[in-house]
């Protein structure tokens, strides 16, 4: 199953942005593009970077393909 995460909807929930999310990182703007468009996956010790950064669990920022019904 492919992994897919949900930072573009974090980031869009807190109005954040992709740039300010990279400086704080320090990850090239073009790095954390890939990842909010899916294009490439976070290592697990950057996700779990960025869910600090965010303040947020960083299983909110996995897409689970399971339905939560």
Known sequence: SVT?????????????KQTWLADKLGKSYNMVNGYVQNRQQPRLETLNKIATI????????????????
């Open 54 to 69: 965010l303040e947020v669990d960083v299983r909110e920022l996995i897409a689970s393909n399971k339905d939560n019904t």
């Open 4 to 16: 897919m995460n949900r930072i573009k909807e974090v980031l869009k929930q807190k109005g954040i």
